[in-house]
Every structure is written in C-alpha cells, then in structure tokens.
Antibody, heavy 122, light 112 residues
C-alpha cells in the first residue's frame, strides 16, 4: 500500500524560503522508473506541476520556477524535500507530493498525499 | 493560461453521458505524449482516473473511459451518478520550454 504525507509550515512570510517534506511508504525510490513529484494548487485554481525527482536522482523543474525550486531525496528515510525560495503571496497554495510511474511516453501521478496548505503572509 | 485547454464546466443528468475535452498542441498531445486524467472532489487530493490515454487503474469503473486523437483527448463518463460531481483535470508532457509536466485548467462537472 503506497502512502505519502506532506509536512512543513502552514504560514511563511514573504521573501522566506519554504521547505516541505514528503514522507512515503509502500515503495522505494531506488526502484527503476519510479519518481516523486510536487504539485500545487492555489485556492480555487488549477493544479500546477513544480518538480519531480527520479529513482536515479535525475531532477526536473517547472521552467516557471526553475530558479527558485529545488527537490532532493533521502532514500534511507523515504523522504523527498522541496524547497522554494523567495516566497510571495501568489505562492499561497495547497502543496501535494505524489508517486509517479511511467507508461508509454509519459509519467503520471498515481498516488497522492493529502496535501498541505501553505499561506504566505506577513 | 494552461497549456492544455479544458472547458470550465460541463453538466448532465443522472444516467446520462458526458464528455470532457482536453486540447493541446504539437508540442504535447500532438507530439505523441500520453494523456492522463484525474478526478478531484472538494477538499480532497486528486485521484488518478485514466493513465496512458485509455487505461483505468484498479477500482475505477468501466463506465469511465478515455480517448486520444491528434492534438486532443477526451474523458467520457457514462451512466452519470451524483458521486461523479467533481473537478476533472487532464495532464500530459510538453517538450517546449514553457513547461514539462502540464495540467489542464480543470473542468467542473455538475450532476443536475
């Protein structure tokens, strides 16, 4: 049974750095083809992909956030960490981590965490 | 504005069939990248409904189906039920610099 859970601050101030941790179970991030991604959703708006890290430590980032976002993994702890620098009120959103698997010509997100709402406010 | 375009809303009566479109371009769906679909009920995390254009994960009923043609994809729900009322998102991969994994803007399905 695959589960994921996000943890981190619920409120950050503008210009601060957000650090979120995704703790997962039921799979290994050492397994060929597996990845963990981060997706966010501002209140009342659509899903937005942020970053993804593969089993081989290959990392992909959204071009819209590339200079601000970093994703890392700690396979011994079954954790993936997202950092987002220089937070702004427009970054207020529910942040999800998700297990990613591949099929054919693409990766999809088949198991999701419950999400964590992060508010950026002074 | 999303790279993948979905209608903001669709509706149907119980028992009816509804379809939700997802229109992309030659750098994503039209380039041959697969389309995946998610259902999101209010206050909940998204749930995978369709992967690889047409495949249902275990537990998704066969009244839900997906298709893809050219630069577009569609999600069809037959025998509409009250529990189908939710937001639906398509997702694919885009080979341009604008984004990598991309989501549609979402479609709100209302069961009348």
């Amino acid at each position: 049974q695959i589960t994921l859970k996000e943890s981190g601050p619920t409120v950050v101030k503008p210009t601060q750095t957000l650090t979120l941790t995704c703790t997962f179970s039921g799979f290994s991030l050492n397994t060929l083809g597996v990845g963990v991604g981060w997706i966010r959703q501002p209140p009342g708006k659509a899903l937005e992909w942020l970053a993804l890290i593969y089993w081989d430590d290959d990392r992909r980032y959204s071009p819209f956030l590339k200079n601000r976002v970093t994703i890392t993994k700690d396979t011994s702890k079954n954790q993936v960490v997202l950092t987002l620098t220089n937070m702004d009120p427009v970054d207020t959103a529910t942040y999800y981590c998700a297990h990613s698997d591949s099929y054919g010509s693409g990766y999809y997100f088949d198991f999701w965490g419950q999400g964590t709402l992060v508010t950026v406010s002074s | 504005q999303s790279v993948l375009t979905q209608p903001p809303s669709v509706s149907g009566a119980p028992g009816q069939r509804v379809t939700i479109s997802c229109t992309g371009s030659s750098s994503n769906i039209g380039a041959g990248y697969d389309v995946h679909w998610y259902q999101q009920r209010p206050g909940k995390a998204p749930k995978l409904l369709i992967y690889g254009n047409t495949n249902r994960p275990s537990g998704v009923p066969d009244r839900i189906s997906g298709s893809k043609s050219g630069t577009s994809a569609s999600l069809a729900i037959n025998g509409l039920q009250a529990e189908d009322e939710a937001d639906y998102y398509c997702q694919s991969y885009d080979s341009t610099l604008s984004a990598s994994w991309v989501f549609g803007g979402g479609t709100k399905l209302t069961v009348l």
